[in-house]
């Protein structure tokens, strides 16, 4: 199920959480993590055969070499920091002079499993500051699990799956199943009924129903909460069952959507303080 774990570092406080929880995760999957710190570097580079970087300005070279033997160094020292974790850790340094390459980067590797934990990084337009973690959602095809705060544990034994009945999870509903089980988690499925968006009793019985039978999640807790807005829902029951991971979807809408109506995933993703993980179900079905 998870045969591969891709950890980005920036070398912060939640980049070594990120870490961390990669190699619980790993401990139990039997995953590889490989370790990524994407260095931007205003050279224009290319790589010889043997993955070394050469500059196109032969004066720079030593400069280059510098830069990429820190990198690794520090790549060294934050794997060391887990070092009591018994899990395969591969570190790799790619050198850019954009650091949006990182998703290019993912598109064209084939991970199980993103992690990552940071900060906004990066203006990508003129209307509003998107952080590394959004574009990674909006674009990746695997999930991607992020971490807003240091954690305290690592422990994920409680999974809230959040729906709204109408997402189609057949592509993505064995793997969460397989997750749970690796995990020994309970799995609670949170249906929020809004002023906005509000549902009857029957119309909710029907369609719960219809949903625990489609995807055969007889053994989960289903539960219905009540609340003004879908996010506030989410994060109020999260608290209240002290979750420790919270499964949400996105479909890859457009940048006017968002400003216009707001995107819920993103609300999650930055104002969660537990992790939250991530399924682009509209990259999964391109």
């Known amino acids: ?10 070398f912060s406080p939640k980049s070594l959480c990120a870490l961390e929880m990669a190699c619980t995760i790993a401990m139990r999957s039997k995953a590889k993590i490989e370790l990524l710190y994407i260095v931007e570097i205003a050279l224009s580079l290319k790589q010889d055969h043997r993955g070394r970087y050469i500059s196109t300005v032969p ?16 790549l060294i020292q934050q794997r060391e920091l887990v070092s009591q974790y018994p899990v395969d850790i591969e570190l790799k340094v790619e050198m850019h002079n954009d650091p949006s390459k990182l998703v290019s980067f993912l598109v064209q ?3 199980d499993l993103l992690i990552l934990g940071g900060k906004t990084i990066r203006k990508y337009d003129e209307l509003f500051e998107s952080t ?32 709204n009945f109408q997402q189609d999870l057949s592509k993505v509903i064995k793997w969460i199943k397989d997750f749970r089980h690796l995990l020994e988690a309970q799995l609670y499925i949170l ?3 809004t002023p906005t968006h509000f549902l009857s009793s029957r119309e909710i019985q029907i369609k719960s129903k219809e949903f625990v039978r489609k995807y055969g999640l007889e053994k989960a807790e289903l539960v219905l909460y009540n609340d003004r807005r879908e996010r506030f829902g989410i ?3 999260a608290d209240d069952i002290d979750a420790d ?25 930055n104002h969660s303080l537990r992790p939250v993980l991530t399924f682009n179900l509209k990259r999964l079905a391109d």
Not at 61 to 74: I, S
Not at 140 to 161: C, D, G, T, V, W
Not at 251 to 265: E, S
């Open 245 to 269: 991971l919270i499964i949400t979807f996105t479909n890859n809408t457009q940048r006017i959507h968002r400003i216009l109506k707001g995107n819920l995933t993103e609300d999650l993703v």
């Open 191 to 193: 249906y929020v009924n």
């Open 59 to 74: 004066a720079a070279q030593a400069f280059v070499d510098q830069v990429y033997q820190t990198a690794f160094a520090r």
């Open 235 to 237: 994060l109020n029951y």
């Open 132 to 163: 590394q973690r959004e574009l990674l959602t909006e674009f990746s095809k695997f999930p991607i699990m992020a971490i807003n705060q240091e954690m305290q544990h690592y422990r994920l034994k409680k999974l809230l799956l959040t729906t």
């Open 109 to 111: 590797h084939d991970y």
């Open 1 to 10: 199920m998870l045969n591969k774990i891709l950890i980005p570092t920036d």
